[in-house]
């Protein structure tokens, strides 16, 4: 570290973006506190695909051997079709992203990932409080005063606001931005896995606009159809098992496998996609968003997670060996905003031509260039 870097840091969220930065950070010499307002179990979720992007990062974080150990990767990419066999259209290699020596992608159950990057924030000597958040932020122009919900306060150098779509860190900066609803909605299921599923295999069209499914370890995987935005509130357990079994009669091939594994309602879960991307600049003053706090893109190319942790690595970097200041912002900016914001824009696009049933969509092509881009290290 030069003289004047950052030497104490907050992070607001205990996801997958506040956890990378606050492990590079520590690693480093920074004093790293974390503050999550949930409690430290209630990590939840479905499962995530990490691209290879992803794995480099996390890799770099130091977490590789426990990635995949618990996960589950493959580097081939399977489309099928919505028909009664499920006919394997092409199987074709996935880009490997993270390099030649990751695999292409990776499944995991997200509670395991929130663990695996909670413990390694422990051993990085980051002090994580859960069930707590920021009351009110202050700045001036060395440092940024913080209260706390259980009562306490601290000074820091800079503040991170990791804390997710709804970013209470965002609001409190005065930053006026909703993610809006696409038009989708996903209906997502954990369950174990069967033989059958190796790899993600992804069906275009049917009763939905997109069925596939993930393995995220030896016994599980996660299987997921996506269709027009509705309101699936106040469905009974019975019912959300109903209507997701229904939707998967449509797809066969291994979908008839996890059809019969479709049995626990507590393992479905129905979300709609949204979308915000903020313009520069991301910070305030000494305080600033990464993840999904500055970005949301709909999961068509998976890439949310994965852009999360590039923000992480890329901020940990700058903050370690910049001064904080106008330079080091300029610099984050330029190096996270163009991708990001490909990364969104890219999966809109992707989301829009299914949505429009567009004939001269070149699905392909896009994915093709996005996988170009992020190839190269953030
Ligand atoms: C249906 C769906 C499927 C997806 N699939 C994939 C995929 O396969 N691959 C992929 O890479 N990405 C995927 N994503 C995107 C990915 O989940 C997100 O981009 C990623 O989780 C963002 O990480 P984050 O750390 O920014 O936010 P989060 O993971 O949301 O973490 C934010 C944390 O902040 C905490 N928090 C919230 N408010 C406060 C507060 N006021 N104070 C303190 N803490 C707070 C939250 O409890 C949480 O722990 C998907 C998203 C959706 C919706």
């Known amino acids: 570290m030069t003289q004047d870097t950052a030497t104490s840091v907050l992070v607001a969220g205990s996801g ?5 930065a ?12 974390i503050v999550e307002s949930q409690p430290r179990e209630r990590a939840s979720g479905s499962g995530i695909t990490l691209q290879g992007n992803a794995l480099r990062v996390l890799s770099h974080l130091g977490v590789w051997d ?15 079709a919505p028909d009664d066999n499920g006919t394997l259209i092409v199987e074709m290699p996935d880009a490997k992203t993270g390099g030649p020596d990751l695999p292409a992608a990776m499944g995991m159950e997200r509670p395991v990932l ?12 980051v002090k994580s409080r859960f069930s707590t958040e920021v009351t009110t932020l202050g700045q001036d122009a060395d440092g940024v005063d913080v209260e706390f919900s259980d009562g306490s306060r601290g000074r820091y150098d800079v503040v991170i606001g990791a804390d997710g779509v709804k970013s209470a860190t965002r609001r409190a900066l005065g930053i006026d931005v909703e993610p809006a609803p696409t038009g989708m909605g996903i209906w997502r299921v954990l369950c174990s896995r069967p033989e059958s599923i190796t790899r993600t295999d992804l069906y275009y069209g049917g009763i939905g606009y997109i069925a596939g499914y993930c393995p995220t370890g030896e016994d599980s995987m996660y299987a997921y159809i996506v269709e027009d935005a509705q309101d ?14 229904s939707l ?32 520069e600049p991301w910070n305030r003053g000494r305080v600033v968003l990464i993840g999904d706090a500055a970005h949301v893109c709909p999961p068509t190319l998976a890439q949310g997670g994965a852009q999360a942790l590039e ?15 106008a330079d080091l912002w300029r610099t984050f900016h330029e190096r996270r905003l163009p991708r990001a914001g490909a990364v969104v824009n890219g999966s809109l696009q992707l989301g829009q031509w299914m949505l429009d049933n567009d004939p001269a969509a070149d699905v392909p092509g896009l994915m093709g260039r996005i996988a170009a881009l992020v190839s190269a290290p953030a």
Do not use: Q
Not at 16 to 20: E, K, L, T, V
Not at 117 to 125: K, W
């Open 232 to 245: 699936r509130s106040g469905l009974s357990d019975v019912e959300r098992l109903e209507i997701m079994r």
């Open 66 to 80: 426990e990635v995949a150990e618990h996960g589950y990767g493959f580097d081939t990419l399977g489309i099928r």
């Open 16 to 20: 997958i973006a506040g956890c990378a």
């Open 22 to 33: 606050a492990i590079l950070l520590a690693k480093a010499g920074v004093a790293v506190d």
């Open 248 to 279: 998967a009669e449509h797809y066969h091939g291994p979908w008839d496998d996890i059809r019969a594994l479709i049995t626990d309602a507590s393992r479905i879960n129905y979300t709609w996609f949204e979308s915000h991307l903020l313009e």
């Open 114 to 125: 929130a663990a695996m990057l909670r413990e390694a924030a422990d051993l990085a000597g």
């Open 311 to 325: 923000d992480a690595a890329v901020l940990a970097e700058l903050l370690v060996s910049m001064p904080v200041g």
